[in-house]
């Protein structure tokens, strides 16, 4: 089955297992502009200086950073355009540097038929490593 790019999966097209990943690569500009449009300076995220006397040593990427590339999976590819994000649990689990690769995934846990809601686990991985795992529950639309 194949995703509609504009409209996403339907309901009905939907089964438990179905999983979607979105990768990035991180660079220091994510970084920098993330900082910007969310207002989040701490100097943990922007000041080697600073992260070098912290418990990571280094810059982390915000967690709320890695946390956006859900949306992203589960907004254009699980169960994509047209779902409404309900809610989203976050568990962190490591850190995140510049230059890491991301895989966000999405995978459908359980669904809802009475609701059209989809509950799915979502995880983000950076070299097989779980750093960010939580679970997702979306609303999807009803048929035209």
Same mark, same amino acid.
């Given at each position: 089955?194949? =995703?509609?790019?504009?409209?996403?999966?339907?309901?009905?097209?939907?089964?438990?297992?179905? *999983?979607?990943?979105?990768?990035?690569?991180?660079?220091?500009? $994510? =970084?920098? *502009?993330? #900082?910007?449009?969310?207002? $989040? /300076? *701490?100097?943990?995220?922007? *000041?080697?200086?600073?992260?070098?006397?912290?418990?990571?040593?280094?810059?982390? %990427?915000?967690?709320?950073?890695?946390?956006?590339?859900? #949306?992203?999976?589960?907004? /254009?590819? =699980?169960?994509?355009?047209?779902?409404?994000?309900?809610?989203?649990?976050?568990?962190?689990?490591?850190?995140?540097? %510049?230059?890491?690769?991301?895989?966000?995934?999405?995978?459908?846990?359980?669904?809802?038929?009475?609701?059209?809601?989809?509950?799915?686990?979502?995880?983000?991985?950076?070299? $097989?490593?779980? %750093? =960010?795992?939580?679970?997702?529950?979306?609303?999807?639309?009803?048929?035209?």
């Amino acid at each position: 089955m194949e =995703l509609d790019k504009l409209n996403g999966f339907s309901f009905e097209q939907l089964s438990v297992g179905m *999983n979607a990943v979105y990768s990035r690569t991180i660079t220091d500009t $994510d =970084l920098r *502009n993330f #900082s910007g449009v969310c207002g $989040d /300076t *701490n100097p943990m995220h922007l *000041n080697e200086e600073y992260a070098a006397n912290t418990v990571f040593g280094r810059c982390v %990427v915000h967690g709320m950073l890695t946390a956006s590339l859900l #949306s992203t999976v589960i907004g /254009t590819r =699980l169960p994509g355009p047209g779902c409404l994000y309900v809610s989203q649990t976050l568990h962190f689990r490591a850190p995140v540097y %510049v230059g890491d690769t991301v895989y966000a995934q999405a995978t459908v846990q359980e669904l809802i038929a009475e609701k059209r809601r989809a509950i799915l686990r979502t995880e983000c991985l950076v070299r $097989d490593k779980i %750093v =960010l795992e939580g679970e997702a529950l979306v609303q999807l639309p009803k048929p035209k």
